[in-house]
């Protein structure tokens, strides 16, 4: 499954995100005083509702853990996936008028959690009206 997820991740950075045609908007992310990435960046290509999200420089997660990303709609969590450890990159299809919030935890790996057991790590609003 979790090799299915990066070969989608691939096509979709193949695929859309290099279509050069697309608006792409960035997204500001916020992260807690113990850690940050100087080359992170969350990219939204609104003509195909994804989500771009890579941060290479993120420190590895403790061992046995991976980075999990979440979208967040009116307080609910909702798990879309994990980081990909060697490229510390994430693509998912996100709803700009319902979900609210990107977010990513450190979780058990290798698939993460069904619901978020730690404070996310990194966090960017979506909401077009903040």
């Known amino acids: 499954m979790l090799a299915l ?5 691939v096509a979709v950075d ?3 995100l290099r279509d ?8 500001a992310l916020q992260y807690p005083a113990d850690v940050q990435s100087e080359q992170g960046t969350l990219e939204y290509l609104p003509d195909q509702d994804v989500l771009h999200f ?6 590895a997660p403790p061992e046995d853990h991976v980075y999990q990303a ?7 969590p909702r798990p879309v996936g994990v980081v ?3 490229t510390g990159e994430f693509v998912t299809k996100v709803d700009r008028a319902g979900d609210d919030v ?5 979780e058990p790996g290798p698939l993460g959690s069904a619901a978020p057991s730690t404070d996310p790590v990194i966090v960017a ?3 077009e009206e903040s």
Request: hydrophobic share 50%; net charge negative; no cysteine.
């Open 5 to 9: 997820a990066v070969l989608v991740g």
């Open 14 to 16: 193949r695929f859309v």
């Open 20 to 27: 050069e045609e697309s608006n792409v908007e960035t997204i």
């Open 54 to 59: 890579v941060a290479p420089d993120l420190p």
């Open 70 to 76: 979440w979208l967040i709609d009116e307080g609910i």
């Open 84 to 86: 990909d450890p060697e």
């Open 102 to 106: 990107f977010a990513i935890t450190v």
């Open 125 to 127: 609003t979506l909401s």
